[in-house]
C-alpha cells in the first residue's frame, strides 16, 4: 500500500504527505482492517462456542501442556495409533462446529495468516490479548486447523495403506522365496511326465502305465498339490499376505467408516455403498457377511473374499474396501467435505 501511494504520488508530482505521514497513515489503515476483522470474526461463534474455544486456552489439572498445544501437533509417525490419534484431532475440532458458521466475506488470505500466527505465538501471550482479538485469532485458528488436521489424519490413512501393501509384499516374497526349491522340485517331477507326454513314439493305450512306472502315482498328485499350492497367478499382488494384517486392520477401519464422511461421485457410488454396509455392521463379530455389496469384489480378491461355499468373508471384504478406498481417496472417486487435499 505504501508503494502504491509512493508511486502515485511521484506520478502526480504530489509533494505531501511526506514519507513519515504516508507510513503512519498506511499504519492507521491497516490497524483499522485489522479491528474490523477482528470484530466479524468474534462475532462468529455463539456463547457456547465461545466458552469451549476459549477453554482451549486454559492447562487442565495434571496436564503439562493446554489444549490449543495439543491441537497444534500434526502426527509424526505412520501407524495404526498414530492415525487413531491424528483422527481424535480431527474430531475434537469437529466437535466445536466453526465449519457450520459462516465466514463468507471474510479474506481468506488474512484468516489463513490468523491461524498460522495463533500456531506460532504462545499461549500465554494469546492469552493476554484483548478479548476481541483473542477470539478472532482462536477462531481463525480452529477453522483452518479442522481442515488442516482432516488432511493429515487421512494422509496417515493413506500411508499406512501403503504401508500394510509394502509388508505384505515383504512377506509374500520371503514365503515365495522359503518355497521355491518345493515348488522347482515339484515342477521337474511334472515336467518329466510331460516330456513322455508329448514323446510322438509312445503309445496312448499304454501312456498312464508309462508314466506312472516312471513317476508313482501319489508322487505325482502331490507335485499337482504343491504346485496349486505355491505357484501365484500372474496379477497377483500378494493379497493373500494383505488379508493375514487384518488382525492390524481392524483396530483403525472401524474408526475410519464411523468418523470420516465420505462422499461420491457417480465413479466412486459402489464402494461408498460397501463402506455404509460396514458402518451398519460396526461393533458386530460376524465373520461371514450377509447381503454384502459385491460389485467393489473383483479380479485376484474374489478367491480371498469368498470361502468354498460362495459366502463373503469379513476378513477379505475389508481388505478389498480398503484397497478400493484408497484408490477412490487418489482418482477424487471418493472425496471428503471440509477437506482441501482429500
Not at 458386530?284 to 460389485?295: C, M, N, Q, V
Request: glycine share 4%; with cysteine; proline share 4%.
Amino acid at each position: 500500500m505504501f508503494d502504491f501511494a509512493t508511486a502515485w504520488l511521484l506520478q502526480n508530482k504530489v509533494l505531501l504527505p511526506g514519507a513519515t505521514t504516508l507510513v503512519r497513515l498506511v499504519s492507521e489503515i491497516r490497524e483499522r482492517a485489522n479491528q474490523r476483522l477482528w470484530k466479524k470474526l468474534a462475532a462468529l461463534p455463539d456463547s457456547w462456542q465461545t466458552a469451549r474455544v476459549t477453554e482451549l486456552l486454559d492447562i487442565p489439572e495434571g496436564e503439562r501442556i493446554s489444549p490449543l498445544e495439543q491441537l497444534k501437533k500434526g502426527p509424526v509417525t505412520v501407524s495404526g495409533p498414530a492415525f487413531t490419534e491424528a483422527l481424535e484431532r480431527y474430531i475434537r475440532l469437529r466437535n466445536l462446529e466453526f465449519s457450520r458458521l459462516n465466514f463468507t466475506g471474510l479474506p481468506a488470505i488474512q484468516l489463513r495468516n490468523l491461524a498460522r500466527y495463533a500456531g506460532m505465538a504462545s499461549v500465554k501471550y494469546i492469552a493476554r490479548m484483548p478479548e476481541q482479538r483473542k477470539l478472532a485469532i482462536l477462531t481463525a485458528f480452529v477453522k483452518a486447523q479442522e481442515i488442516t488436521a482432516l488432511d493429515e489424519a487421512v494422509d496417515v490413512l493413506d500411508m499406512l495403506i501403503l504401508d500394510i501393501t509394502r509388508e505384505a509384499k515383504k512377506t509374500g516374497q520371503k514365503k515365495r522365496l522359503r518355497t521355491l526349491k518345493d515348488l522347482d522340485r515339484a515342477a521337474l517331477l511334472l515336467a518329466r511326465a510331460c516330456t513322455l507326454l508329448l514323446d510322438d513314439l509312445a503309445d496312448d493305450a499304454e501312456l498312464r502305465q508309462a508314466i506312472f512306472s516312471c513317476i508313482p502315482k501319489n508322487r505325482l498328485a502331490e507335485s499337482v498339490s504343491k504346485v496349486n499350492e505355491l505357484a501365484r497367478p500372474q496379477n497377483n499382488n500378494f493379497h493373500d499376505e494383505m488379508v493375514e494384517q487384518y488382525g492390524r486392520v481392524k483396530r483403525f477401519l472401524p474408526a475410519v467408516l464411523r468418523d470420516l464422511h465420505f462422499r461420491a461421485a457417480p465413479a466412486g457410488e459402489h464402494t461408498l455403498t460397501a463402506i455404509h454396509y460396514l458402518v451398519e455392521l460396526n461393533g458386530s463379530k460376524k465373520r461371514i457377511l450377509d447381503d454384502a455389496p459385491e460389485h467393489i469384489i473383483t479380479g485376484p480378491w474374489k478367491r480371498l473374499v469368498y470361502d468354498a461355499e460362495g459366502r463373503i468373508q469379513r476378513a477379505g471384504y475389508s481388505l478389498c474396501l480398503l484397497e478400493r478406498l484408497q484408490d477412490a481417496l487418489r482418482r477424487r472417486d471418493i472425496w471428503l467435505e471440509n477437506s482441501d487435499r482429500w
